[in-house]
């Protein structure tokens, strides 16, 4: 109710309990969006993305996973709010970039054929046994120019002050992938609200140590909440001496075609 008042707070909970809609991502390292297409469209019916321009929605809910376009690495199953998440990061050839939630990975994923096999990308999580996944994953996609960085590890500390970008995918309450994720709803509360608030502010302080003076630092969430979002990125703002690059994704207008993402790009004053 704080974020959207009560007539959008009602229209939020609704088109939360709709189906959310099965889209992929094409992996540009292996294959363009127009000969995928081609490729599959007698197997199954599709249509381009509005604003990812690797993007993919499928018309219909199907099992891909057991495809061989998936094995081979054509594709990724990824939201089109996540992967235009993703591309706040503007990644060149030869940067470094440290995913310090990577997770399994599908961020960094979404970025790699940017950099055309050059520069590097570290993949760290606190969890290691997810960070196996994202080595799986990789693998399938072609990408060889990545790290697996543990947490606590002796080489994280020498990427100190040196990451052209830093990408913080933060845990949140997912408030903007209800459909995907329907029993979040019930395990959350005001006091998780501001465990999850202050873990952010944590992260956030931890990953930025690892920028460079003139890098860029991504800030993501899945959740649709200001407590979250933009009231975060103010707190980073005064607490950390930091300014904004652009306008911040927030894909909460889209929620229709999409989940609901926040993204926020910010550099050094």
Same mark, same amino acid.
């Given at each position: $109710?704080?974020?959207?008042?009560? *007539?959008?707070?009602?229209?939020? &909970? #609704?088109?939360?309990?709709?189906?959310?809609?099965?889209?992929?991502?094409?992996?540009? #390292?292996?294959?363009?969006?127009?000969? /995928? @297409?081609?490729?599959?469209?007698?197997?199954?019916?599709?249509?381009?993305?509005?604003?990812?321009?690797? +993007?993919?929605?499928?018309?219909? #809910?199907?099992?891909?996973?057991?495809?061989?376009?998936?094995?081979? +690495?054509?594709?990724?199953?990824?939201?089109?709010?996540?992967?235009?998440?993703? /591309?706040?990061?503007?990644?060149?050839?030869?940067?470094?970039?440290?995913?310090?939630? &990577?997770?399994?990975?599908?961020?960094?994923?979404?970025?790699?054929?940017?950099?055309?096999?050059?520069?590097?990308?570290?993949? #760290?999580?606190?969890?290691?046994?997810?960070?196996?996944? %994202?080595?799986?994953?990789?693998?399938?996609?072609? @990408?060889?120019?990545?790290?697996?960085?543990?947490?606590?590890?002796?080489?994280?500390?020498?990427?100190?002050?040196?990451?052209?970008?830093?990408?913080?995918? %933060?845990?949140?309450? +997912?408030?903007?992938?209800?459909?995907?994720?329907?029993?979040?709803?019930?395990?959350?509360?005001?006091?998780?609200?501001? *465990?999850?608030?202050?873990?952010?502010?944590?992260?956030? *302080?931890? %990953?930025?140590?690892?920028?460079?003076?003139?890098?860029? @630092?991504?800030?993501?969430?899945?959740? $649709?909440?200001?407590?979250?979002? *933009?009231?975060?990125?103010?707190?980073?703002?005064?607490?950390?001496?930091?300014?904004?690059?652009?306008?911040?994704?927030?894909?909460?207008?889209?929620?229709?075609? $999409?989940?609901?993402?926040?993204?926020?790009?910010?550099?050094?004053?």
């Amino acid at each position: $109710m704080k974020t959207f008042g009560e *007539e959008d707070a009602l229209k939020f &909970a #609704h088109k939360s309990n709709r189906r959310a809609p099965l889209t992929i991502r094409v992996n540009a #390292h292996k294959i363009s969006r127009d000969k /995928f @297409i081609e490729a599959m469209k007698e197997k199954f019916p599709m249509e381009c993305c509005e604003q990812s321009s690797v +993007g993919i929605r499928l018309r219909e #809910h199907v099992n891909l996973f057991q495809t061989e376009e998936f094995k081979n +690495g054509w594709f990724e199953v990824q939201d089109e709010a996540s992967q235009l998440a993703a /591309f706040l990061v503007e990644v060149q050839p030869k940067q470094k970039i440290l995913d310090y939630c &990577a997770g399994s990975g599908g961020k960094s994923l979404a970025l790699a054929p940017l950099m055309n096999q050059t520069g590097c990308i570290y993949l #760290h999580d606190i969890r290691s046994r997810i960070l196996q996944q %994202a080595k799986k994953r990789f693998k399938r996609a072609g @990408i060889f120019n990545y790290q697996i960085m543990q947490p606590a590890s002796k080489p994280l500390n020498g990427l100190r002050s040196n990451m052209d970008w830093v990408l913080v995918d %933060a845990p949140c309450t +997912g408030t903007g992938t209800y459909r995907r994720n329907p029993d979040l709803k019930w395990k959350f509360d005001e006091n998780m609200l501001q *465990e999850t608030v202050e873990l952010q502010r944590k992260i956030f *302080e931890d %990953a930025l140590k690892y920028l460079k003076p003139k890098g860029r @630092i991504v800030y993501l969430t899945c959740s $649709m909440l200001k407590d979250e979002n *933009e009231k975060q990125v103010e707190y980073f703002i005064q607490k950390h001496g930091l300014k904004l690059v652009n306008k911040p994704l927030n894909s909460a207008l889209d929620f229709d075609r $999409m989940d609901g993402f926040y993204g926020a790009v910010l550099t050094r004053t």
